[in-house]
């Protein structure tokens, strides 16, 4: 049973930080491609960032590039997403799906993921 803990949101000003972190049991994340999404108030879930399983490709949302960054600590079996120079459109629950047919390459599209956590809340204030 795969389970992920996502966690480090809260309310931030805009041009704040936060540095979200993801964790997992039953998974290894340097096996797998990881990414990120996020899911703003009465909207679907949109990509934000992902890299594949060796971390030698990485891609971000358009709106997000520039600012924000994904990483993986593999010694921790944690995947990160740095978040900087944030703005009110950035607020969201933001969730690190995994799935076992995504192992060398992750999805823009969120239905191609079958595990996710609850989200961890980033509100972002003008």
């Known amino acids: 049973q795969v389970q992920l803990v996502e966690s480090g949101g809260g309310l931030v000003q805009a041009g704040g930080s936060l540095r979200l972190s993801c964790t997992t049991s039953g998974r290894t994340f340097s096996n797998y491609a990881v990414a990120w999404f996020r899911q703003p108030p009465g909207k679907e879930r949109e990509f934000v960032a992902g890299?594949?399983?060796?971390?030698?490709?990485?891609s971000y949302a358009d709106s997000v590039k520039g600012r924000f960054t994904i990483s993986r600590d593999n010694a921790k079996n944690t995947v990160y997403l740095q978040m900087n120079s944030l703005k009110p459109e950035d607020t969201a629950v933001y969730y690190c799906?995994?799935?076992?047919?995504?192992?060398?390459?992750?999805?823009?599209?969120?239905?191609?993921?079958?595990?996710w956590g609850q989200g961890t809340q980033v509100t972002v204030s003008s």
């Open positions: 890299f594949n399983q060796s971390g030698g490709s990485t």
């Open positions: 799906p995994t799935d076992n047919n995504l192992r060398l390459g992750y999805s823009t599209s969120s239905r191609y993921y079958a595990y």
